[in-house]
């Protein structure tokens, strides 16, 4: 226990891209207050603590320490790549903080981006999820992740994609910030279903498959902790049941918000029904004045179209004649 607070090691390609992203994100939060902009509040920390922080713990902490010698750590560092970090990016709603921080014209150049087609392919819900689902299988399943433990440029440049990935899935999902186009939450709910399908299958294929990197860990001539089989199988089980943990937040999130567009669906449509059952009011007298100046009977009948009940048959002509009604 106390080698886990006692392991810490220096990350360059961690620390620099959290300092510099914690930076960009203060300066424009700081202009943005300048310019009186629309600031999400409290967004800050969220983006800070649970993005930034989780992102430079995983790389400095034991948590970095050891996903070079336990296939279990770098599970671990993985999910925490993938789904805490950018989750926290993404829920600090930095784009909104960007557009706020920009005059007219910066906010309109924003606003042709993510017009664009490129913008639109990419947050496109299958492109995202295609991405996520792929990432952890190639990476735990090919010769990919032996690069990743042999070669540190590999491992920097992997954990960025990982958090890459991750940020463009849960900013289209969440749809906190301006998007290119806004799709239901019941089709993120969905997806987010088939995702956790899709990690328990790759956590039974590591339970039950070959050894990973069998070589690479025999070098390493660990003597200390699990064997290497009990190692992939704690891995399994974190990818498994630790991935559908760490994704509550997110699917309470979704259900959030998808509650959230109902209530407003529902004003909308309750908006509109007003407004068509007022027109209706307003229209019914004028028609009725403009048909008794020319044809009395007329009148009537219009007087009876505007108050209509019983079934439908009854308020028929002939048919109410038919019926003697």
């Known amino acids: 226990m106390q080698s886990v607070f006692e392991s810490w090691r220096w990350d360059t390609s961690t620390v620099v891209v959290t300092a510099a992203l914690g930076a960009g994100y203060w300066a424009a939060h700081a202009r943005a207050a300048r310019r009186g902009g629309a600031i999400p509040g409290g967004r800050w920390a969220i983006f800070g603590l649970m ?13 970095g320490v050891y996903s070079d010698t336990l296939m279990w750590v770098r599970a671990l560092q993985t999910l925490l790549l993938l789904y805490v970090v950018p989750f926290g990016l993404a829920s600090g709603r930095p784009l909104t903080v960007l557009r706020e921080s920009l005059g007219p014209a910066g906010q309109a150049r924003l606003d042709r981006i993510l017009e664009s087609t490129l913008a639109r392919a990419v947050t496109f819900p299958l492109a995202p999820s295609l991405a996520m689902l792929a990432v952890p299988w190639l990476l735990f399943l090919s010769p990919w992740y032996e690069i990743v433990l ?40 969905l997806i987010t279903i088939f995702e956790s399908l899709a990690d328990g299958i790759l956590g039974i294929v590591l339970w039950w ?9 025999t070098e390493v001539g660990r003597t200390w902790g699990p064997d290497l089989r009990m190692d992939q199988t704690i ?20 259900m959030r918000s998808w509650a959230s567009d109902e209530r407003r669906k529902a004003a909308e449509l309750d908006a509109e029904l007003d407004a068509a059952e007022a027109a209706a009011a307003t229209a019914a007298p004028a028609r009725r004045q403009k048909f008794s100046r020319s044809d009395p009977g007329a009148a009537v009948t219009a007087g009876a179209d505007a108050v209509q009940s019983g079934l439908w048959w009854e308020n028929d002509p002939q048919l109410r004649q038919r019926f003697r009604r």
Request: hydrophobic share 50%; charged share 10%; net charge neutral.
């Open 51 to 63: 993005g930034l922080g989780i992102w430079l713990l995983s790389g400095i902490s034991v948590v």
């Open 150 to 189: 042999r070669h540190g440029a590999a491992d920097a440049v992997t954990r960025i994609v990982l958090v890459a990935i991750g940020f463009v899935y849960f900013y289209s999902r969440l749809q906190t910030d301006p998007v290119p186009h806004r799709y239901s939450q019941g089709l993120s709910l």
């Open 209 to 217: 498959g070959p050894l990973v990197a069998l070589d690479y860990y």
């Open 235 to 254: 891995a399994a089980g974190i990818i498994w049941v630790l991935g559908d943990v760490l994704g509550l937040p997110y699917l309470l999130a979704l």
